[in-house]
């Protein structure tokens, strides 16, 4: 978990929807997203944060205008937990990867 004003966790309720899945994001502690941190990265795949992402030279970023799920309600956070594994099943099927 990263952003361009991390909070101290990652909300209950995403914690809770990803849970579901078998995913616990329960100990992660979101970083700023920084220049450092997305170096080493292929692609960069930001979601809605706009003139506020970081730019950084040489690399691919695709933003995705997604909803905060911050202050959602648990099937909205649902909701925006499945486009995200909808967008990237069809990233995926679109890169051959």
Not at 11 to 40: F, K, N, Y
């Amino acid at each position: 978990s990263a952003g361009t004003e991390p909070g101290p966790r990652v909300h209950p309720v995403v914690v809770d929807v990803m849970r579901e899945l078998s995913i616990d994001l329960a100990c992660v502690q979101p970083r700023r997203l920084t220049l450092d941190l997305a170096g080493d990265a292929t692609l960069l795949i930001t979601m809605g944060c706009g003139e506020a992402c970081p730019v950084i030279p040489g690399l691919e970023t695709i933003d995705w205008p997604l909803a905060d799920p911050k202050g959602q309600s648990v099937e909205r956070v649902r909701e925006i937990r499945d486009e995200i594994a909808r967008r990237v099943r069809d990233l995926i099927a679109e890169r051959h990867l």
